[in-house]
Structure formats: structure tokens, C-alpha cells
């Protein structure tokens, strides 16, 4: 239809276009920085150069187009759905940010930075279906991720469980400030944690708190002391304190708070699980941005440092030594309170973990007959360990923890005599969301005027609430219709571009696949590019300072990792007896370990109308989680 334009006077042709966009009015620009222009000028060029595309350009018109827009805008037109588009913007955005309209790009099985693309989950699964069953270690000689971690796995693991529980991790959300007046203390009058000054015994202001990721750990030891103020150190706090970087939005595709860091000691540190105590008493106006950042993760995990994998046809399961929940991070060896299965009941258990098992169960082939872990009629995480308490009147036969032959983890100590919940030999299982997070020494918690010894339901209430607000505004989470997000690591769940002043392997842009094998095989000692590369045993390098690098924790690929098939807290099987095994190297055993008990129950507040009726039930992979793509049928996840 031919029209005068005003702008140019001259007659043009309206092009017909499908009605779809991916923009957001909620999200345009606002301020004094931004004008709105007259987009004729845009109209007229992508109109002119998606004729010429087609094929169907009026003769005699002739434009120069703003290319970058064009490639978007022919993908539009072409799949009415951006989440593949290739062109230069999308590719500029950060992998952990899907568009408003639609899931994430369709999973691949290759490595992110040009790595080799062999799938490791696709080989073991294989592997299992020609052979029927499977129990080996996992080892991926050809990715440079599992060359570097694999060495200080189990040395990153001691080291954690060996220190105290109350000594923040690298990649774990804290609530810190960057500078403190005194001391931080507990007003008493308010119940109020302000600054302390200890000349003039006077209180002063709140803290400014603020959230974020501890991504380098001190070189000095930390010891009890350093709770409550710093002790004499030998380096100054850039070697002595923690680096923290400010979480940004998860939401938002500005990363801009996350450049912000700070070095500090441990005594400006609070365990983010706590935020609802430590926070008391300061509108939440007053909140600092990335205190709401971290609770909209507060409800996503991601499992880590996997070596070794087990199963029959069509079933398996991948073990693993390590596990980010929420804000913290879990290592078998540690020791993690769990959720009271009621509101009437108070937190007296924790869990002993000595198994992280991610299962898939009733695997399925793809088309093409390989075996990827795409398709499979369940996906779970469970953890098993021993379950203790405090309360001896719910113990299995008031039988007390004999620490001889069951050593108490760093956590557990101070609070009192624990006991078994089961049998001694016998091992019990837990869903992940029953658990709350690590259990903090009773010195810990004294010096931080959080609680007694004995009292271990101290960040409760506001750990479930942070979940909940997670659930509602992960935009992840929303757009899957689950409660929970589960990532393939730590930097992808954090939504993290750069760590360190280092571009993440979110952002940073794909090398040449060949180039990393030749590397590799100079790595392995193979001369011959058409040869194999060999395994590599795990080395016995000494875990030093760790720091959260570029990289992620674990294999980047997204697709056996990210289904959103998993069990959640409410809707797990009660009571049933089941056979598994325990299985890490030294803690791996090729006998049977019967498990004991499945520790279920509600909840509170997140049952989500799935009431069971007191029948055993287990959630359908549908049901509970979210991931980057969840483009799925109930069988084919």
C-alpha cells in the first residue's frame, strides 16, 4: 500500500510482519540519558534489507542498514522466538539470562570455550547400555575443567570439612560490610545488631550490609577468635580477609554490581542463611540491592566435583562430592541441619553426609540411538549420610553417637550429646530441600550472639521465606512453573560474568576446539593427534587459596544437568526401605549399604497443595524444578 512519509516525502510499501516481539515495555529505558527518536528510519532500512533477503525488493530502492538489528529482526521473522538468535547482541548475552518470551538455546553436547565436544554423559551412558551395567570413576582427560579440579577435589573437600563449618566458602553468598566502627554487637534493649564502640561503651548506627559471593579465600588460617574481632594477622586483609564481589540481579542483564569487591575480615562476615537476624531492626527500603539478589537464588542448586557413576540398564546414578544449595556450599563430610517436618516441631537434626547421587532412571536413546541422559522418566538428587539428633526421646533406642566410630563433623560440636535416628549401620536418605544448610559450632553461634548451644533452628523461618521469594522471582524459576532452579555450576546459577576482573565462561567468547586438543595431548603426553587421550589420575596436590576462577566447577554442558526432573521436599517416598551404596574412593564400599529411612515430610508453607492423603508418594519430574531448558514431554525431559 503506498504511502507519503513525512520524514522523507517519499512513497513507500508497508511490508506485513508477524505479530510477535520480544520486547518489554517494562523494561525500556528511562532518565535523562535516553531520547525516543522517530522509528521511521529503522523501519524503512530493516524493511528494505528483509525484502532483499526475500527476494521481493522494490527496484530502485536502495538503503544502508543498521546490520545488527537486521540479524535479529530476520530471526524473528523466521522463528518468532529470539532464544536462538545468533546475532551480535544475543550472542553478547550472558548464557544465565533467557528472554522474557521463551526458554534458553537448544542444549548441545559441546564445551563452552572451544573445548573437545565429547559429552561424558553421553559416553557412560552409552557405555552402560552396551554393557548393562556400569560402576566406574569418571575421568574426562579431554576437558581442561577436570585437568585442573581434579587434582584438589578431594583436597578442596578435607580442607573444608577439616576447618570450622563457620569459615565462609568460595562461591558461597555471605552478608558482609566493608568497613565497621568497633565491634558489631547484639543491642540488647532492640535486639538490634549495631556498631559497638568499646571506649565509650556506646552503641552506634547499623551496619551498611551487604550480600555477596566470597570468590577468594584468606591465605592465614581463620580461628574462633576472628568471629568477634581480628586477630593479630600476618598480612594485611587483602591476604588475611576474604574477597567478596556484590551479587548482581539475576534478572537483569546489567552485571555492573557484580564488578564491586572488597577485601574483609572474618568479623565483617555473617552467614547470608542468617540475614533476618543480623538485619533486624533496618527497613527493608534500607536494604542494600544485593541483599534481594541473593534471596531471588536462595532456592537453586547445582552439584559438583562428580567422580564416579554406577547403574543397571536403564537406570544410573552419578555420585558426587559436592553440592551448592541456596547460599552455601556442601561437601560429603559435612554436616547440614534439616527442615522440621512441621511447624510445631523445632530443629534438633542434622544430616551426616557421606553421598551426593544425582540418578536417572528408565534412560531412553535419542533418535539418532546415542544415549545423552536428555531423555529419561526421572531425574532426582539425593543425599545420603547418617541422620542425628538432639532429642533423645525421637532417637532410635536412645542410642547416643559414639564419636570413636562415627566422628562428629565440625559443625556438630559444642551442642550436646547427638543420637542416631536409625540404626548405625544402616545409611538414611534425604531429599535436597529438606536441608537447611551447614550446622554452625555452638561457639560460632555464641560469638555472633545468634543463639545457645543446642538451639539449631536459628535462620529457619527466614531461609523457607527467602526460598519462597526465590521461587517468585527467579525469572528462570517463573517461566518454568517449578520452585526450584537447578544449574549445571556455580558461576551459570549466580548468573555471573566476571569473577576476579576475569570474564567467566558466560561471556567469554569460544576458542578454537583443535587448538585446546593439541594442548591437551602436550598436557597427556600423546604425540599423535589421532591418538586417544589417556586417563589421568586424580594428583595429590595440596588444596593452597582458592579462588573462584573464570571457569565453571563442573562440566559446562547443558543437557543432562539441567533437566528440571527432580523430587522435592514434600513429595518424596515415606518410609520406604531401599538398597543403594555408598561409593567415594576411600569412603567406597562395592557392598550393598541398605538405606535406612527416606527423611520426608512437608515442608511448611511449600506443599503446594500436593497433599499425599498419608499415601507414599514421589513427585513426577515435573513437578519441582526449573532449568535453561524446559522444552520437554513427561517422557521426555
Known amino acids: ?240 580477609g576474604f574477597r567478596v564481589h556484590c551479587l548482581p540481579n539475576v534478572n537483569d542483564l546489567d552485571k555492573g554490581l557484580g564488578k564491586q569487591y572488597a577485601y574483609v575480615p572474618m568479623h565483617h562476615i555473617r552467614p547470608f542463611c542468617f540475614f533476618g537476624e543480623v538485619l533486624a531492626g533496618i527497613p527493608t527500603s534500607d536494604w542494600h540491592p544485593s541483599i534481594d539478589n541473593a534471596r531471588c537464588v536462595m532456592a537453586s542448586l547445582s552439584v559438583s566435583s562428580r567422580h564416579h557413576i554406577k547403574g543397571t540398564w536403564p537406570n544410573a546414578a552419578v555420585y558426587c562430592k559436592s553440592m551448592f544449595l541456596g547460599s552455601e556450599r556442601l561437601f560429603v563430610g559435612d554436616a547440614a541441619r534439616i527442615v522440621p517436618a512441621s511447624d510445631d516441631r523445632s530443629l534438633t537434626e542434622v544430616f551426616l553426609i557421606t553421598n551426593i547421587k544425582v540418578s536417572w532412571e528408565n534412560l531412553q536413546p535419542e533418535k539418532d540411538g546415542r544415549v545423552t541422559g536428555n531423555k529419561a522418566d526421572r531425574l532426582s538428587i539425593f543425599v545420603h549420610g547418617k541422620h542425628l539428633t538432639l532429642d533423645p526421646n525421637d532417637a532410635y533406642e536412645r542410642m547416643p553417637v559414639d564419636e570413636v566410630t562415627l566422628p562428629l563433623a565440625q559443625g556438630m560440636k559444642g551442642h550436646g550429646q547427638w543420637y542416631h535416628m536409625a540404626s548405625p549401620e544402616l545409611t538414611s536418605q534425604v531429599t535436597y530441600s529438606r536441608l537447611l544448610g551447614r550446622c554452625y559450632e555452638a561457639d560460632a553461634m555464641g560469638l555472633w550472639q545468634l543463639d545457645e548451644p543446642g538451639v539449631l533452628d536459628t535462620g529457619l523461618d527466614n531461609t523457607l521465606a527467602a526460598r519462597k521469594y526465590s521461587g517468585e522471582n527467579d525469572h528462570r524459576i517463573i517461566k518454568g512453573g517449578k520452585k526450584w532452579y537447578w544449574g549445571d555450576y556455580r558461576l551459570e546459577v549466580l548468573d555471573l560474568v566476571e569473577v576476579n576482573g576475569e570474564p567467566t565462561s558466560l561471556a567469554v567468547k569460544p576458542c578454537h576446539p583443535e587448538h585446546w586438543r593439541t594442548v591437551l595431548r602436550d598436557v597427556n603426553g600423546v604425540a599423535d593427534k589421532n591418538s586417544e587421550l589417556p586417563p589421568v589420575a586424580a594428583g595429590t596436590n595440596k588444596a593452597g587459596r582458592s579462588f573462584l576462577g573464570p571457569h565453571p566447577t563442573t562440566s559446562p554442558r547443558k543437557s543432562a544437568m539441567e533437566i528440571s526432573a527432580l523430587d522435592e521436599e514434600d513429595e518424596t517416598s515415606v518410609g520406604e526401605e531401599t538398597a543403594e551404596s555408598n561409593e567415594e574412593e576411600e569412603y567406597w564400599s562395592e557392598e550393598e549399604e541398605e538405606i535406612s529411612e527416606l527423611v520426608t515430610g512437608v515442608v511448611p508453607g511449600e506443599n503446594d497443595g500436593h497433599e499425599t492423603d498419608g499415601e507414599d508418594h514421589q513427585a513426577t519430574s515435573e513437578d519441582e524444578l526449573s532449568g535453561p531448558d524446559r522444552k520437554r514431554s513427561k517422557t521426555e525431559l
Open 1 to 240: 500500500m503506498p504511502l507519503k512519509s513525512s520524514a522523507t516525502e517519499r512513497p513507500t510499501v508497508v511490508v506485513p510482519i508477524n505479530a510477535y516481539s520480544d520486547g518489554n515495555p517494562k523494561k525500556r529505558p528511562t532518565g535523562r540519558n535516553y531520547t525516543c527518536i522517530d522509528p521511521l528510519f529503522w523501519l524503512q532500512k530493516v524493511a528494505t534489507q528483509w525484502m532483499n533477503d526475500k527476494g521481493e525488493v522494490v527496484p530502485g530502492k536502495e538503503f544502508t542498514s543498521p546490520k545488527q538489528f537486521y540479524q535479529h529482526f530476520k530471526f524473528l521473522m523466521e522463528h518468532k522466538n529470539d532464544d536462538t538468535c545468533i546475532c551480535d547482541l544475543c550472542k553478547l548475552r550472558p548464557s544465565g539470562q533467557a528472554s522474557s518470551s521463551g526458554g534458553r538455546p537448544p542444549l548441545d553436547n559441546g564445551r563452552k570455550g572451544g573445548q573437545d565436544p565429547r559429552d561424558i554423559y553421553a559416553i557412560l551412558f552409552d557405555l552402560l547400555k552396551a554393557e548393562g551395567v556400569i560402576n566406574q570413576a569418571i575421568e574426562e582427560p579431554w576437558s581442561f575443567d577436570w585437568q585442573c579440579e581434579a587434582p584438589l577435589m578431594e583436597p578442596t573437600r578435607r580442607k573444608a570439612t577439616g576447618q570450622y563449618s563457620f569459615i565462609p566458602r568460595v562461591g558461597e553468598l555471605v552478608l558482609f560490610c566493608k568497613t565497621v566502627d568497633g565491634v558489631i554487637q547484639l543491642e540488647t534493649s532492640s535486639g538490634e545488631f549495631k556498631m559497638f564502640d568499646p571506649i565509650t561503651e556506646k552503641y552506634g548506627r547499623h551496619p551498611v550490609w551487604m550480600a555477596g559471593m566470597i570468590s577468594e579465600d584468606p591465605e592465614e588460617p581463620v580461628c574462633l577468635g576472628d568471629i568477634r574481632e581480628e586477630t593479630e594477622k600476618k598480612f594485611a586483609v587483602t591476604g588475611s
